[in-house]
């Protein structure tokens, strides 16, 4: 079974550009999560998607941050325009999202995002 | 959400078993423990998870206190690819995000 993609690997950009990171999960996850990870510390959640409507986007700081998951499927996070502070790895996960059971999450390698 | 504390580090001797504490006192009733664990640059992977009874996987083993108000994950056999960080996790059902604190990063000895 083909695990959670994510690409890049690795993005070097300049404070205030754009730039959109992409994932795809394991085929048939309902659920997918962005989470941000910042040096020395855990995952913390951004946004959450069931199929393609969007859970829970608390965390996301929307005035710079955007996500979308058309088609139920693939995702794409995007920062508009980054900040010193965004500067850290993007990590995409999915689970079949079976509510009341104890479905594991399953994580891409992440996107290490450096803002100079 | 419901938190655990965990020791920032642990060391271990390879080959020999190592034991990952990890308290959550305010547990509640339907609180799933996970564990799950991150190598040096990938993202976490799923360890193994438990309610109230002791489980075994191939990777570890849980041991949750009758109280449930901490738990224990043993590794039996460190080996050096073990090296990572182990979050401890509370979760009440499976389709919500997971709430990670540092964690303990275990390092193993050759």
């Known amino acids: 079974e083909a695990g959670v993609a994510q690409s890049p690997r690795y993005k070097i950009i300049e404070k205030r550009q754009s730039v959109a990171f992409w994932c795809n999960p394991i085929s048939g996850h309902a659920t997918l999560y962005w989470y941000q990870q910042i040096l020395g510390q855990g995952p913390k959640l951004l946004i959450q998607?069931?199929?393609?409507?969007?859970?829970?986007d608390s965390q996301l700081p929307k005035d710079r941050f955007s996500a979308e998951r058309l088609k139920g499927v693939d995702s794409t996070l995007k920062i508009q325009p980054a900040k010193l502070e965004d500067s850290a790895v993007y990590l995409c996960a999915s689970s079949l999202a079976s509510w009341g059971s104890t479905d594991t999450q399953y994580f891409g390698p992440g996107t290490r995002l450096t803002v100079l | 959400d419901a938190k655990t504390t965990q020791p920032n580090s642990m060391e271990s001797n390879e080959e020999e078993p190592v034991h990952l504490p990890c308290n959550h006192s305010?547990?509640?009733?339907?609180?799933?423990i996970h564990w799950y664990r991150q190598l040096p640059s990938q993202g976490p992977e799923y360890v193994i998870h438990g309610l109230t009874s002791n489980v075994n996987n191939r990777m570890a083993s849980l041991a949750i206190a009758e109280d449930r108000k901490s738990s224990t994950l043993i590794l039996h056999r460190a080996t050096l690819r073990d090296a990572a960080v182990y979050y401890c996790i509370l979760s009440y059902s499976g389709n919500t995000p997971l709430v990670f604190g540092k964690g303990t990063r275990l390092s193993v000895i050759a």
């Open positions: 998607f069931q199929n393609n409507g969007v859970v829970d």
């Open positions: 305010t547990i509640s009733g339907t609180d799933y």
